[in-house]
């Protein structure tokens, strides 16, 4: 039961919002003479102005969009280096036993 969706580009949505606003007729009527259902257009009309602009809520869910890709780019990046550390880094050649036999030698520090 799957339906071939209509897919409008975003001129064709832009001129449909703007005859809706420029037109004497109902929105019904305009949506009828372009072929689609009325609500199209009522969804249209949040997304853009009478002038073919996006409105300052679409701009700004825009902006989200790229804000929250863009931070999940830079904490996969980030996980990515601190995984790496270990094994782009040189092994320590100071062990534990050296660290006690150090405090062993200085015990007038621990006095």
């Not at 001129?15 to 689609?36: N, P």
């Not at 300052?56 to 601190?82: C, F, G, H, V």
Request: proline share 0%; glycine share 2%; hydrophobic share 30%.
């Amino acid at each position: 039961m799957s339906k071939n969706r209509r897919k409008y580009d975003e001129e064709f949505k832009k001129r449909a919002v703007h005859m809706s606003y420029s037109s004497e007729r109902s929105v019904t009527e305009v949506a009828k003479s372009l072929g689609i259902i009325a609500n199209m257009i009522y969804l249209w009309c949040k997304k853009f102005t009478s002038e073919g602009d996006k409105t300052r809520m679409t701009q700004q869910k825009e902006d989200m969009n790229q804000l929250r890709s863009r931070i999940a780019e830079l904490e996969e990046e980030n996980y990515i280096l601190k995984k790496s550390v270990g094994l782009l880094r040189e092994k320590s050649k100071v062990t534990v036993t050296d660290y006690y036999s150090l405090m062993e030698k200085e015990t007038h520090y621990a006095k």
